[in-house]
């Protein structure tokens, strides 16, 4: 997400930072610079000027010139400035007697199924009682596709192809009524582009269901287009809020950074993947953390909690200070290292030095390793899991062969597995001082 527009930037902020004091003509350099990147990055150019020219306001003043930092006050102002352009976050109308319906329009290919699943999961793990409503009977096999996310959710889902879209809604929210359904999602169909057919069934199927949010899907990965589509959806239905999919993809950013401005519909989610998790709340202040390349520690701690067991993070935790830490507890901080979402996500969250260090390296290439590493301890007895003062030469011959890797591989790990030991043994001495210095 932002990749090519984080590096940019960060070239940028490292020239400012090396100066201790910054002139005018060093604000109009990097301010010239950031313009480029912000419109290489696909964000619309009225953003761009209103944001340029509110930043050199701030930068060229008192602000920067009384810092003890100029450098890295102007990157402050940045931040502040990109949170105001990424829009104040907006989350749910929860509000009103149940059940609350919201309805999902958009294009065909935006993504509009698999977000309403995405959603259903999300509201559901919020203690919500969720009904989905399969109201595109045009796209073949959406239904199946919706019914299917509802049997891997254990979420109800309201179908019927002899009925019209707007029927079926009205149906689904009666029925939502007597079951006791606290949120309706409905579904609808999309289109190729936007004509009078859709917005007509789409103001037909919220003058039966009376919704609370209309929210719109948009595939952010076609740049400024998504722009127009929103506007057009806004002028014609009572948009609501935005869900901006495939932000993991190649994605210049440029529309997530534009569309609040231009359109001034919120944005309330964005989707980092194809996994049923991979929905987030839209957080202005996180999002412009990871464009400028600061990470997301809160989003990271997030997904921490959502993978590991809080019991079992404790155990480990004072095995690793107490100098007890096993491979068999290595193998399952990888299993649930897993769970938290592909790892390239991961390290674009790491903050400071340590994320700068981790965006050098290839996700692709670490997470060969990490098959590997799992192999080879798989391959491992019980014992020798726990001791592996015992490996010696013939036992890794044997983990070698198990696993299909080398005698090398398997040495390799044992050192890597001895220098983490050894860290922690570092980290118990010195009570967890120089953590600090990793996130800068």
Not at 82 to 91: D, F, Q, R, Y
Not at 167 to 175: E, S, Y
Not at 178 to 191: E, H, M, P, S, Y
Not at 216 to 228: C, Y
């Amino acid at each position: 997400m932002f990749e090519t527009l984080t590096g940019r930037l960060n070239q940028i902020f490292d020239n400012l930072r090396r100066r201790g004091k910054l002139s005018e003509a060093d604000v109009d350099a990097a301010m010239k610079e950031v313009r480029l990147a912000l419109i290489e990055a696909d964000v619309h150019f009225s953003v761009v000027k209103t944001f340029i020219a509110r930043v050199r306001e701030r930068a060229v003043g008192a602000e920067v010139s009384k810092a003890l930092n100029p450098g890295q006050q102007v990157i402050k102002i940045v931040n502040e400035e990109l949170i105001a352009s990424l829009g104040e976050p907006v989350g749910l109308n929860l509000t009103g007697p149940k059940p609350r319906v919201i309805m999902m329009v958009g294009l065909q290919g935006a993504g509009k199924t698999t977000a309403s699943g995405k959603l259903a999961r999300l509201m559901k793990a919020k203690g919500e009682r969720v009904l989905l409503v399969a109201g595109d009977p045009y796209r073949p096999a959406a239904v199946q596709q919706l019914q299917q996310l509802g049997e891997r959710l254990d979420v109800e889902v309201e179908a019927d192809l002899s009925l019209t879209p707007p029927q079926l809604a009205k149906r689904a929210v009666d029925k939502a009524e007597k079951g006791g359904f606290g949120l309706v999602i409905v579904d609808t169909a999309g289109r190729s582009q936007m004509d009078a057919d859709l917005m007509d069934e789409l103001k037909a199927i919220a003058a039966n269901i009376n919704p609370v949010d209309i929210l719109l899907v948009v595939d952010s990965m076609i740049g400024q287009e998504a722009l127009n589509i929103a506007q057009g959806f806004k002028d014609a239905i009572n948009l609501t809020g935005l869900i901006l999919t495939k932000m993991d993809g190649d994605s210049r950013g440029g529309a997530a950074i534009s569309i609040r401005s231009v359109t001034g519909v919120p944005i309330k989610f964005i989707g980092t993947g194809e996994k049923l998790d991979a929905l987030e709340v839209y957080d202005p202040s996180r999002l412009s953390s990871r464009i400028l390349g600061m990470g997301d520690m809160i989003g990271l701690i997030e997904k921490a909690e959502a993978a590991f067991d809080g019991q079992d993070m404790e155990k480990q935790a004072q095995k690793m200070m107490k100098g007890g830490f096993s491979l068999e507890d290595w193998l399952d901080q990888m299993k649930q290292m897993k769970k938290m979402g592909p790892l390239s996500q991961i390290m674009e969250m790491l903050p400071g030095q340590m994320g700068q260090a981790a965006r050098g390296i290839d996700p692709t290439v670490v997470e060969k390793s990490f098959k590997q590493s799992e192999a080879i301890i798989n391959s491992m007895t019980l014992k020798e899991r726990r001791n592996p003062d015992i490996l010696n030469a013939s036992r890794r011959r044997r983990i070698a062969a198990g696993s299909g890797m080398e005698v090398q591989d398997v040495n390799r790990l044992i050192k890597q597995f001895r220098e983490a030991q050894k860290m922690m043994k570092m980290f118990q001495k010195t009570g967890g001082k120089g953590l600090g210095k990793l996130f800068g």
